[in-house]
């Protein structure tokens, strides 16, 4: 991994994850990852594709609060920046599309799930996760705010 390419982007790294902590527009966390890194070649050439049960376990808890049912999360393609403990990338849920932005440091990360692409609704979650000692894990969803449709 080059370090001057991840200086290029230590900066933005930091202001995503205080926005992931305190924000409270989600869309505009999203906007900001897209704007400022996901969709530049040199950030996504930093990452690794990596695999992480734990948060696909996240995702799969968060999933069945949402759609009310048992949720089959597919086609999870993470990539992670290890400086970082950032995690990021798509999957399906229960065949729609979603996108997930994960701090693994601080437990805490941001789901969009596209709803209906007929009216362009999009559902935004912010969630902390916690990793108990007797193996079992709890998932925190914030409440609804007008940023979760």
């Known amino acids: 991994m080059s370090k001057s390419k991840l200086f290029k982007f230590e900066k933005s790294l930091l202001t995503l994850k205080d926005m992931i902590t305190i924000a409270d527009d989600f869309k505009e966390i999203y906007n900001y990852f897209f704007d400022h890194l996901g969709d530049d070649p040199d950030f996504l050439d930093l990452g690794k594709r990596s695999k992480n049960p734990f948060l696909k376990q996240v995702l799969g808890v968060i999933g069945e609060q949402l759609f009310k049912e048992k949720v089959e999360i597919t086609q999870l393609m993470l990539t992670k920046i290890p400086k970082h403990s950032f995690y990021h990338g798509p999957c399906l849920?229960?065949?729609k599309m979603a996108s997930v932005l994960f701090f693994e440091d601080i437990d805490m990360g941001l789901l969009s799930v596209v709803?209906?692409?007929g009216s362009y609704r999009t559902d935004f979650i912010r969630f902390s996760s916690i990793q108990m000692e007797n193996g079992k894990d709890v998932i925190y969803c914030a409440p609804k705010s007008k940023t979760i449709h």
Do not use: F, R, T, Y
Request: aromatic share 0%; hydrophobic share 50%.
């Open 115 to 117: 709803m209906s692409l």
């Open 93 to 95: 849920m229960n065949g």
